[in-house]
């Protein structure tokens, strides 16, 4: 319902700049409610997960606002997006999977309001 207000009454810029943050945001407040004790270190691992962005580089134009990531990036699509899941299992891996899916989750919301 926020996001629906937001996608109505502002700008495609300043809805990309909301996308973003919210990409830093998810992460924080997860980090501050699950991860108390750790929570600077599990939100830069979660945070950090935004490298798996490496993949628009693959594509031309390398941004475009209209185009859904998920399903057109490779490592937006479903096996990727599969294993992301499977890291949650092993605790090593459990803040990489979790920021992954973060990640994936965002970028499918965005996809619905375009």
């Given at each position: 319902?926020?996001?629906?207000?937001?996608?109505?009454?502002?700008?495609?810029?300043?809805?990309?700049?909301?996308?973003?943050?919210?990409?830093?945001a998810?992460?924080?407040?997860?980090?501050?409610?699950?991860?108390?004790?750790?929570?600077?270190?599990?939100?830069?691992?979660?945070?950090?997960?935004?490298?798996?962005?490496?993949?628009?580089?693959?594509?031309?134009?390398?941004?475009?606002?209209?185009?859904?990531?998920?399903?057109?990036?490779?490592?937006?699509?479903?096996?990727?997006i599969?294993?992301?899941?499977?890291?949650?299992?092993n605790?090593?891996?459990?803040?990489?999977?979790?920021?992954?899916?973060?990640?994936?989750?965002?970028?499918?919301?965005?996809?619905?309001?375009?």
């Amino acid at each position: 319902m926020i996001l629906q207000f937001f996608v109505q009454y502002y700008s495609a810029k300043e809805s990309i700049l909301f996308h973003i943050v919210l990409h830093f945001a998810v992460p924080l407040v997860i980090a501050l409610v699950f991860f108390r004790s750790s929570w600077q270190k599990s939100f830069f691992i979660m945070s950090a997960t935004i490298i798996v962005d490496i993949d628009h580089l693959l594509a031309t134009p390398i941004y475009d606002p209209l185009r859904c990531s998920i399903g057109f990036h490779p490592l937006h699509t479903t096996i990727p997006i599969i294993i992301y899941a499977l890291l949650t299992i092993n605790k090593k891996f459990r803040l990489i999977g979790i920021g992954l899916l973060v990640h994936m989750a965002l970028d499918a919301i965005d996809c619905y309001f375009q």
